[in-house]
Every structure is written in structure tokens, then in C-alpha cells.
């Protein structure tokens, strides 16, 4: 994601931290030629590193074995999660804020109550990331039709986990007649292409470079519109009211991105009965996931 942030000419300047090896990235990617200045913290330097940050994308934590659930990372990421809350909150609280960290369902939350603590919660500026999951929809719906991804553009609403990634295969013109078992096929790989790599990478990681892929289009297009582009839309798992009165405080849908973060939160449209049942099965799961954010925060 480091590299490809360094090539995207809007990034003016980045900063990269973790709590080893940040430097020796950032020294090999500042090379690139582009006018972007780069550089690398590591351990304690996190006042340096956030310090001025306008933009924060936040990857950090472990990353799932096969067999395990993004809700099995919560002990180890929960934690991490909520130190880089406090972090940002004191260094650059005004920034923006887009979580990759998983469980993402629940990261999000923490970040909030983070923030809520500290008196510097705006949710039009806190972005749970869930491009990766328009991106495989697109790819997967495009390989069934022979179509070329760029003009594939799947809706992908709820959550970033299993059960509560809800797919809206009917708004789109090349899924609108997928249906039977190539429906349910395709519905299960988008919800769980993430057990994909984890399985293949065998014990060894999760997405890294799609994930990479993902984080860095949501930033383009979270930049674009805090310059002032009009109509940038990214699907992003936010404080929303779509559902807030069945206990869904967070949910991603297609989001309009203006100055100032969220600008317009889109409804799901006209929904399918299958696709009701998806939402169904999505909001209870969704609820509990947030409920224990929330909660790792306001009952610590
Ligand atoms: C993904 O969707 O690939 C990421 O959330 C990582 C994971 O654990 O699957």
C-alpha cells in the first residue's frame, strides 16, 4: 500500500510506521521518482509520524490463520487498534481515518469510543475500508461473464466479515440473471474470498496485496474528494442511520466523499428477496460485532 500511495501523485507527503521496519521501507520506496517525500518511524517515534497527518491508514495487527474468523483476531488487534486511537487522537485529531485492521466490524467501533473519550469523535471522518470487498465482487462477477472488471460495479453493503459482506448482485446489469447455484457460488466467494488467501498463503498471512490495492484506491478517492472533486463514491463501513433502529450503528454502503469526509450516506436501494435474506442474516451478526467494540472500550 506504502508503494502505491508513493505513486499516486495526490499523496504530497507520507509517513510510514509500524514498530520495526517502517525505515528501511520508507528509504526504499522514497527512490520512486515521484514528487512525494517519504519517511519511516518505528517503535516510539509515533508523535513524529502522526504529527501534520491529514489522511491515517491503519493496517495494522495480525493477520488470520486458516480455520479462523476475523472475529478470532479481536483479542490481539482490539488493543492495538484502540493505542493508535489514542495515538491519533492526541497527535492529529483532526485527520481522517480509514481501518483496514481487522475485525473490522468492531475496529471501527473502538476507534469511536476512542475518540468519544477523548472528546474528538467526528464520524464524518471515520472509514472502516471495505473496498477489498467491491474489488473481489467485481473481479469474481467479471470472470463469470467474460467481462472486463473496469465496467463491473458491484454494490456491496453490511459489514467486512463472512455473513455480514452482502452483496447487491441485482443492481448491476451483469448480475441481474445470476441466479441458482452459480447465485450462491458467487455470493459465498464474495463474502468469503478473504478465506481464499488465507488458505493458500497457508499460515502465513491473509490479503496484504489486494488489501494493499484496496487501502490505496479508498485514500485516492477519500483525497480526491478533500480537494473538492465532486461525485467521488466508495462503498465505506461508517456511523450510519440506514440501520440504527435494529442496533446497526455502523454500516457500509455506497458513501458520497466530499471536503469534509462523509458527505451523503446512500441507501441500498431496491433490494431482491434473496438479497433480503442476505440483509437479514447480515444485521444480527453486524450488531453483535459492533456491540463488542463498543463495549472493549466503555466497559474497560
Ligand atoms: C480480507 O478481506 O482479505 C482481509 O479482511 C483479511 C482477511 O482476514 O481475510
Given amino acids: 500500500m506504502s508503494l502505491l500511495l508513493k505513486t499516486d501523485p495526490l ?10 521496519g517502517a525505515p528501511g521501507v520508507a528509504a526504499d520506496i522514497s527512490h520512486v521518482n515521484t514528487a512525494s517525500t517519504v ?7 509515533i508523535k513524529e509520524a502522526l504529527t501534520g497527518a491529514e489522511v491515517v491508514i491503519i493496517p495494522a495487527g495480525v493477520p488470520r490463520k486458516p480455520g479462523m474468523t476475523r472475529d478470532d483476531l479481536f483479542n490481539t488487534n482490539a488493543s492495538i487498534v484502540r493505542d493508535l486511537a489514542e495515538a491519533c487522537a492526541e497527535y492529529c485529531p483532526k485527520a481522517y481515518i480509514g481501518i483496514i485492521s481487522n475485525p473490522v466490524n468492531s475496529t471501527v467501533p473502538i476507534w469511536a469510543e476512542v475518540y468519544k473519550k477523548k472528546g474528538v469523535f467526528d464520524e464524518k471522518r471515520l472509514f472502516g475500508i471495505t473496498t477489498l470487498d467491491v474489488v473481489r465482487a467485481s473481479r469474481f462477477l467479471g470472470e ?4 472486463d472488471p473496469k465496467d463491473v460495479k458491484v454494490t456491496v453493503v453490511g459489514g467486512h466479515s463472512g455473513v455480514t459482506i452482502v452483496p447487491l448482485l441485482s443492481q448491476t446489469s451483469q448480475g441481474k440473471d445470476v441466479d441458482g447455484e452459480a447465485y450462491k ?4 466467494r464474495i463474502q468469503f474470498g478473504g478465506d481464499e488467501v488465507v488458505k493458500a498463503k497457508a499460515g502465513t498471512g491473509s490479503a496484504t496485496l489486494s488489501m494493499g ?13 478533500l480537494n473538492g472533486e465532486s461525485g467521488v463514491v466508495e462503498p ?11 442496533g446497526v450503528e455502523y454500516f457500509a454502503s455506497n458513501v458520497e466523499l466530499g471536503t469534509e469526509g462523509v458527505k451523503k450516506i446512500n441507501p441500498v436501494g431496491e433490494l431482491t428477496a434473496q438479497e433480503q435474506e442476505l440483509l437479514k442474516a447480515c444485521l444480527p451478526d453486524l450488531a453483535k460485532n459492533i456491540k463488542k467494540g463498543v463495549e472493549f472500550v466503555t466497559k474497560a
Fill in 185 to 188: 457460488a458467487l455470493v459465498n
Fill in 144 to 147: 463469470i461473464k467474460g467481462a
Fill in 236 to 246: 465505506t463501513f461508517v456511523k450510519s442511520p440506514l440501520y440504527e433502529s435494529e
Fill in 213 to 225: 490495492y484496496a487501502g490505496a484506491r479508498f485514500a485516492n478517492s477519500l483525497i480526491r474528494a
Fill in 39 to 45: 519517511k519511516g518511524f518505528e517503535k516510539d517515534d
Fill in 11 to 20: 499523496v504530497t507527503s507520507l509517513s510510514l510506521y509500524d514498530i520495526r
